[in-house]
């Protein structure tokens, strides 16, 4: 038979009874790591969704201008005649009907109106940028500041062109901004001598 006995040898402390906490200086120094990771992570976050509502507007802009100019540019090629009311309104006669574009600069929108009823076509325009340009069989701008201007444009245009700045702005972006300025359409049915 055997017999065995303890040894006297007592073991170390840390064999013992195995460390089951961390320090405070652990503590301290995780914490702080954690709090630069979750500060990357959030402000990473607010950048992506600050970016994609910046893009969003862009992009929102840049349809309802594309949209706007096509419908613009067929009506002003078809037109056989024109008339001013005013250097932001303008009527062609396309087919033998009236086709109204205006701007109203109390909603800040640019308008298509037909018998059948009105088209918005851009909203959010700068205040002030909004402007069409006339210009004669020779290329050369005509003014439309007064009736009179107004009056000897609705002979002598040939050529129609549009240029605004349109803006979006959400509460937590900055403002996006888009300049549009049309090519000159030629009023392709309407007869107009040097």
Do not use: C
């Not at 700045?165 to 030629?186: D, P």
């Amino acid at each position: 038979m055997t017999t065995s006995t303890p040894s006297p040898i007592r073991k170390p402390a840390a064999a013992r009874h195995p460390r089951g906490a961390f320090t405070l200086v652990e503590v301290m120094i995780g914490a702080t790591l954690s709090s630069f990771v979750l500060a990357a992570v959030l402000s990473t976050f607010l950048f992506m969704g600050r970016s994609g509502a910046n893009l969003s507007n862009y992009s929102d802009m840049e349809t309802q201008a594309r949209k706007a100019l096509e419908i613009f540019a067929e009506d002003v090629r078809q037109a056989s005649a024109i008339t001013w009311t005013s250097s932001t309104y303008v009527t062609l006669t396309v087919n033998s009907a009236a086709i109204a574009f205006t701007y109203d600069s109390s909603t800040s929108t640019f308008y298509r109106r037909t018998s059948s009823g009105t088209q918005t076509l851009i909203t959010g325009i700068t205040a002030g940028t909004f402007a069409f340009k006339a210009y004669n069989v020779a290329g050369t701008e005509m003014a439309l500041a007064t009736a009179a201007n107004l009056t000897a444009a609705g002979t002598s245009t040939k050529q129609l062109q549009i240029s605004l700045e349109a803006s979006r702005t959400t509460r937590t972006v900055a403002t996006a901004t888009n300049l549009v300025l049309s090519a000159r359409y030629i009023l392709r049915n309407k007869i107009v001598t040097a």
